[in-house]
């Protein structure tokens, strides 16, 4: 991507008639760039929609990415259901690809009462099996993005996320600023901001800051992390000082806003952005 673009974690709340064609076109009314299609839940669209939603898209200059659902696990530890994680994420891709979306957001699982080095291993043999499998021409124009997850007890924490991606040049990460945040208690001034755009150019190398998926939202946490999703008004997340580290790195790729206020947080940002 040539510039940072900004959107809505699915269908913007102002949406007349709410559904995913209607949602990108009213994200385009409000000066806005991109947006994530959420099949968090499951998959709604079918691949003939799927391609009608790319062809609009395209048209509109909209970018897309997708969210695959919430309940993937590649820690699972009955064959079953890990194999079901695995299809899943296959068929996420595969409409993320006729909807021309760039990019697949997952999140890896949960530890399950193993260490981290042994989920760590197992995630990332069962998720480079999936890639494997995808064809060429997917892989060309999708890439699968694990995602840093806000609570301490699931998988997902900065390190964790970076190693799976190590070594495949198909996976990169989701970096949820607020989930960082939650999990870590820190993590939220502009020092820390560019500690963590470091850590992404050190592991994986500069040309991934170039095609970045970035979460935003204010949220509440405690102990364990996440509890929920704020709106930033209502946070203590420094969003300002993220957007001056991401301007200073002259990052490129997407910026979803996960707020309660969705497409009015999405603005703010974008926004906030272009005055610096």
């Known amino acids: 991507m040539d510039k ?30 991109c947006m994530e ?25 909209v970018s897309l990415s997708v969210h695959a659902p919430y309940y993937l696990n590649f820690n699972a530890h009955e064959i079953r259901k890990m194999k079901a994680s695995q ?22 699982g949960f530890y399950l009462g193993d260490g981290m080095e042994e989920t760590c291993s197992i995630m990332k043999k069962n998720i480079n099996d999936v890639v494997s499998s995808l064809e060429d021409s997917v892989k060309e124009h999708v890439m699968l993005r694990p ?13 964790e996320i970076l190693y799976l991606c190590q070594g495949n040049s198909y996976l990169a ?59 930033l008004d209502e946070s203590d997340l420094k969003y300002k000082e993220l957007l001056k580290a991401l301007k200073d790195f002259n990052i490129k ?12 947080d999405a603005l703010i940002l974008k926004d906030s952005f272009e005055r610096l």
């Open 4 to 33: 940072l673009l900004f959107g809505t974690a699915g269908i913007p709340l102002s949406t007349p008639h709410r559904s995913t064609a209607e949602g990108i076109a009213r994200v385009k009314d409000i000066g806005l760039d």
């Open 37 to 61: 299609i959420e099949f968090v839940e499951g998959f709604y669209l079918k691949e003939e929609e799927a391609r009608e939603v790319g062809y609009l898209a395209s048209g509109l200059g």
């Open 87 to 108: 299809g899943m994420l296959r068929k996420g891709v595969r409409l993320a690809f006729l909807c021309q979306a760039s990019s697949v957001v997952f999140h890896p």
């Open 147 to 159: 995602e840093v997850s806000g609570k301490k007890s699931q998988f997902g924490s900065l390190e």
């Open 173 to 231: 990460p989701c970096i949820d600023f607020a989930h960082l945040h939650a999990r870590t208690g820190g993590l939220n001034s502009y020092d820390e901001f560019v500690s963590v755009l470091e850590s992404i150019k050190n592991v994986l190398g500069p040309e991934v800051l170039n095609n970045m998926h970035i979460h935003v939202s204010g949220i509440r946490y405690g102990h364990g992390g996440e509890i929920a999703h704020l709106a």
């Open 253 to 264: 790729g997407m910026v979803i806003s996960e707020s309660p206020t969705n497409e009015e």
